[in-house]
């Protein structure tokens, strides 16, 4: 799911108001879904851009960053 201007603006609007005067239990689920529907996004970014970097070593080869093994 992308997130558009208009989710982040909805995002700010339900943080206030629950800081202002309480939210209902629609608007705490629906912010709860904006809030996970962002870091999606912005996991989905930050990976994208990782994938992209490539390291070139001092013999002027060059490769991509690999994922971490645990």
């Given at each position: 799911m992308a997130i558009t201007e208009a989710d982040i603006k909805r995002?700010?609007?339900l943080y206030?108001?629950?800081q202002n005067?309480?939210?209902t239990?629609?608007?705490k689920e629906?912010?709860?879904q904006l809030r996970s529907a962002y870091?999606?996004?912005m996991r989905g970014n930050i990976r994208s851009q990782l994938d992209s970097i490539v390291?070139?070593?001092?013999d002027g080869t060059r490769e991509k960053l690999?994922?971490?093994k645990k």
């Open positions: 995002i700010n609007e206030h108001k629950s005067e309480g939210l239990d629609e608007e629906e912010q709860q870091i999606q996004a390291v070139q070593r001092p690999k994922k971490k």
